[in-house]
């Protein structure tokens, strides 16, 4: 006989929600058994009014309920009719929720055997349900490196296909590149990208501490949904000066690759610090955080920030990974009267480099500047990657200028050929690039002002600007170079040649030395802050006439004799002045048997210019 389960307490006492729908139904069936349920999840008694509790037989929902208020415990407890076809049957139970309106993922291995009006558990002691959250199979379990076997349960490594949980404090390390489904960071655990690590998550991550996800500089991880914490940790390069003295060393560029990092955050505790950003509309172009009013408080995505630290040496941006493969650059001016007000400094927006052939761009200059935070120099390129966390500087050549990137694009245009130059010395670097193509000459990258002023600058002029990257019409055949020595020593022109070329010859016009760069990628030299800038020719046709100094003197005996006359000096390989006086025809004879037995650079300035000629006394 079915019996209906009302009882003169539930109905005066009990809480019925009545504002929610049941998920699943049972129909009324010839046999019913009355259950009072309490619910455990992992241990923990569930008190929750919207975990509605179904009963099954297979598939097929045999009771459900919503818990009600027990006027006897003060606890939500399920009470529930439970029908049945057959007088016997084994029963199992899953949980809905109805806040997230999803059926929940839980093990319960529980079964519950159904006897016609019998009366399951009561208020005092209930009849209890336990469930269990599953444990995944790929589980990192361990301490240490995600490539180790043993910190796996189950031993193996995960795979592309798997989703993947942390359960330990695990890390990628260099050289590692991995690939994985879903990734979710368990609650007290952690991973950390290392340099030269890779992390690419085709689906979701799960993280919400931004202590629980650490990229450290050089990492990279790829994944496409929103609110994932992390931390990116950039190292920042002390100044190998003192702070506070005029700083050529230690500036650097940074950027931040998540989402509302706040720009308090990164200033340093105790030490001193310098941190700008760059409007080259404003007279002065580097806006100091120290004392601007209108400094934004979170680091703009896609914009860079150059930034000094006294001492510390590492900095961090916590926030979230953005979640797109597509970025589009902050590009709003142009100016054909303020060159510095076509520059823009901007930063990778993203958790992984980027790459310059993919970034698509109108009416900007193609390549850009990122800054040698060791030397203070800049950097000129014409393609390859953007790390994370790193700025870059790129310059506009025409108004309604956009820049964009799309991570999944592929190249959309052919490398040309150029000729990477790089002028070095002991204090550091600069370069030049010349590019080819089959257009006419157009619009450079402007060169900038080295942070570090005792660097000496390589370039090409036109129209009066100096450029650090050019194009140039394929059928060209000589190159003007222009070096400024800031001081004089010891300098080494290097040659990074792409493409292929009939004969490249470099002529230094001071000497009168010819070099085949096709051959030969090395040239060094003495110079001096007085020497004339247009010092250097690059040949590209072997059959035009090589000027060339004549040779103007020798050494005869203990004398060098020189043919010309002028303010002479006798300079040695390290640049040193080792002899200056003036010569006439009547003085044109110089004792050198005190010269140590060497190579030497002798040069007269006269009213004709200077001539410059090597020789071993």
């Not at 450290?216 to 920042?236: L, Y």
């Not at 900007?364 to 390129?381: K, P, R, V």
């Not at 200028?401 to 670097?429: C, F, H, M, P, Q």
């Not at 493409?499 to 051959?519: A, C, F, P, S």
């Given at each position: 006989?079915?019996?209906?389960?009302?009882?003169?307490?539930?109905?005066?006492?009990?809480?019925?929600?009545?504002?929610?729908?049941?998920?699943?139904?049972?129909?009324?069936?010839?046999?019913?058994?009355?259950?009072?349920?309490?619910?455990?999840?992992?241990?923990?008694?569930?008190?929750?009014?919207?975990?509605?509790?179904?009963?099954?037989?297979?598939?097929?929902?045999?009771?459900?309920?919503?818990?009600?208020?027990?006027?006897?415990?003060n606890k939500y407890l399920y009470y529930i009719n439970v029908y049945s076809e057959e007088l016997t049957a084994s029963m199992t139970f899953k949980l809905y929720n109805h806040e997230t309106e999803e059926e929940m993922v839980l093990d319960c291995s529980q079964v519950l055997d159904f006897v016609s009006e019998e009366d399951y558990g009561d208020d005092i002691i209930p009849y209890i349900i336990n469930f269990t959250t599953p444990i995944p199979a790929v589980t990192?379990?361990?301490?240490?490196?995600?490539?180790?076997?043993?910190?796996?349960?189950?031993?193996?490594?995960?795979?592309?296909?798997?989703?993947?949980?942390?359960?330990?404090?695990?890390?990628?390390?260099?050289?590692?590149?991995?690939?994985?489904?879903?990734?979710?960071?368990?609650?007290?655990?952690?991973?950390?990208?290392?340099?030269?690590?890779?992390?690419?998550?085709?689906?979701?991550?799960?993280?919400?501490?931004?202590?629980?996800?650490?990229?450290?500089?050089?990492?990279?991880?790829?994944?496409?949904?929103?609110?994932?914490?992390?931390?990116?940790?950039?190292?920042?390069?002390?100044?190998?000066?003192?702070?506070?003295?005029?700083?050529?060393?230690?500036?650097?560029?940074?950027?931040?690759?998540?989402?509302?990092?706040?720009?308090?955050?990164?200033?340093?505790?105790?030490?001193?610090?310098?941190?700008?950003?760059?409007?080259?509309?404003?007279?002065?172009?580097?806006i100091n955080y120290k004392n601007s009013d209108d400094f934004e408080e979170s680091f703009t995505s896609g914009i860079g920030y150059l930034v000094s630290y006294q001492t510390q040496a590492q900095a961090s941006f916590k926030g979230n990974l953005n979640p797109n493969s597509f970025f589009e650059f902050a590009i709003d001016s142009y100016s054909s009267d303020n060159v510095l007000a076509n520059f823009y400094l901007?930063?990778?927006?993203?958790?992984?480099?980027?790459?310059?052939?993919?970034?698509?761009?109108?009416?900007?200059?193609?390549?850009?500047?990122?800054?040698?935070?060791?030397?203070?120099?800049?950097?000129?390129?014409?393609?390859?990657?953007?790390?994370?966390?790193?700025?870059?500087?790129?310059?506009?050549?025409?108004?309604?200028?956009?820049?964009?990137?799309?991570?999944?694009?592929?190249?959309?245009?052919?490398?040309?050929?150029?000729?990477?130059?790089?002028?070095?010395?002991?204090?550091?670097?600069?370069?030049?690039?010349?590019?080819?193509?089959?257009?006419?000459?157009?619009?450079?990258?402007?060169?900038?002002?080295?942070?570090?002023?005792?660097?000496?600058?390589?370039?090409?002029?036109?129209?009066?600007?100096?450029?650090?990257?050019?194009?140039?019409?394929?059928?060209?055949?000589?190159?003007?170079?222009?070096?400024?020595?800031?001081?004089?020593?010891?300098?080494?022109?290097?040659?990074?040649?792409?493409?292929?070329?009939?004969?490249?010859?470099?002529?230094?016009?001071?000497?009168?030395?010819?070099?085949?760069?096709?051959?030969?990628?090395?040239?060094?030299?003495?110079?001096?802050?007085?020497?004339?800038?247009?010092?250097?020719?690059?040949?590209?046709?072997?059959?035009?006439?090589?000027?060339?100094?004549?040779?103007?003197?020798?050494?005869?005996?203990?004398?060098?004799?020189?043919?010309?006359?002028?303010?002479?000096?006798?300079?040695?390989?390290?640049?040193?002045?080792?002899?200056?006086?003036?010569?006439?025809?009547?003085?044109?004879?110089?004792?050198?048997?005190?010269?140590?037995?060497?190579?030497?650079?002798?040069?007269?300035?006269?009213?004709?210019?200077?001539?410059?000629?090597?020789?071993?006394?």
């Amino acid at each position: 006989m079915k019996k209906t389960f009302i009882t003169l307490a539930i109905l005066l006492f009990a809480k019925t929600l009545m504002s929610v729908e049941l998920h699943w139904k049972a129909a009324p069936l010839e046999y019913d058994m009355i259950m009072t349920a309490a619910v455990y999840i992992d241990n923990e008694e569930q008190q929750n009014e919207l975990l509605e509790l179904g009963v099954f037989l297979g598939d097929v929902v045999k009771g459900s309920a919503l818990p009600k208020l027990s006027p006897i415990t003060n606890k939500y407890l399920y009470y529930i009719n439970v029908y049945s076809e057959e007088l016997t049957a084994s029963m199992t139970f899953k949980l809905y929720n109805h806040e997230t309106e999803e059926e929940m993922v839980l093990d319960c291995s529980q079964v519950l055997d159904f006897v016609s009006e019998e009366d399951y558990g009561d208020d005092i002691i209930p009849y209890i349900i336990n469930f269990t959250t599953p444990i995944p199979a790929v589980t990192f379990i361990g301490n240490g490196s995600w490539s180790e076997t043993s910190n796996w349960r189950g031993s193996a490594l995960p795979t592309a296909d798997d989703d993947v949980f942390i359960d330990g404090d695990a890390t990628i390390t260099n050289g590692s590149n991995i690939t994985v489904k879903s990734l979710a960071i368990n609650s007290g655990k952690s991973l950390t990208i290392d340099n030269g690590g890779i992390l690419t998550v085709t689906e979701t991550v799960t993280n919400t501490d931004y202590d629980a996800l650490i990229i450290n500089e050089g990492g990279q991880i790829v994944q496409s949904n929103d609110n994932v914490a992390a931390t990116f940790k950039k190292t920042i390069v002390v100044p190998s000066n003192v702070w506070g003295e005029p700083d050529k060393t230690g500036w650097q560029f940074v950027s931040s690759p998540v989402t509302k990092s706040a720009t308090a955050d990164f200033i340093p505790i105790n030490d001193d610090y310098d941190l700008y950003k760059y409007d080259g509309t404003q007279e002065l172009q580097w806006i100091n955080y120290k004392n601007s009013d209108d400094f934004e408080e979170s680091f703009t995505s896609g914009i860079g920030y150059l930034v000094s630290y006294q001492t510390q040496a590492q900095a961090s941006f916590k926030g979230n990974l953005n979640p797109n493969s597509f970025f589009e650059f902050a590009i709003d001016s142009y100016s054909s009267d303020n060159v510095l007000a076509n520059f823009y400094l901007l930063g990778n927006p993203f958790t992984f480099e980027i790459d310059w052939e993919l970034a698509d761009y109108r009416r900007i200059e193609d390549g850009f500047a990122t800054l040698n935070s060791s030397t203070g120099s800049y950097i000129y390129n014409v393609e390859g990657l953007i790390k994370v966390g790193e700025g870059f500087m790129v310059c506009t050549t025409r108004s309604g200028a956009y820049l964009e990137y799309d991570n999944s694009a592929k190249s959309r245009r052919e490398k040309n050929d150029y000729i990477n130059i790089t002028a070095s010395n002991v204090d550091g670097s600069d370069n030049l690039i010349i590019r080819f193509d089959e257009n006419e000459e157009a619009d450079g990258f402007v060169k900038l002002e080295n942070f570090n002023d005792k660097i000496a600058n390589i370039y090409v002029k036109s129209n009066d600007n100096n450029y650090a990257i050019f194009n140039y019409n394929e059928e060209t055949t000589e190159l003007p170079l222009y070096f400024d020595a800031k001081e004089m020593g010891t300098y080494t022109l290097s040659f990074d040649i792409k493409g292929n070329y009939e004969n490249l010859y470099l002529i230094d016009k001071m000497t009168g030395e010819k070099m085949n760069l096709l051959i030969e990628n090395e040239y060094s030299f003495i110079a001096n802050s007085n020497d004339n800038p247009e010092r250097f020719i690059i040949k590209m046709d072997n059959n035009q006439q090589i000027t060339d100094n004549s040779h103007f003197a020798y050494v005869s005996g203990e004398e060098l004799i020189i043919n010309a006359e002028g303010s002479i000096q006798i300079i040695d390989m390290m640049g040193r002045v080792v002899y200056s006086n003036d010569v006439t025809n009547d003085n044109n004879r110089i004792d050198v048997r005190d010269f140590n037995s060497a190579a030497y650079i002798i040069r007269v300035i006269n009213e004709n210019g200077i001539n410059v000629q090597k020789i071993i006394l």
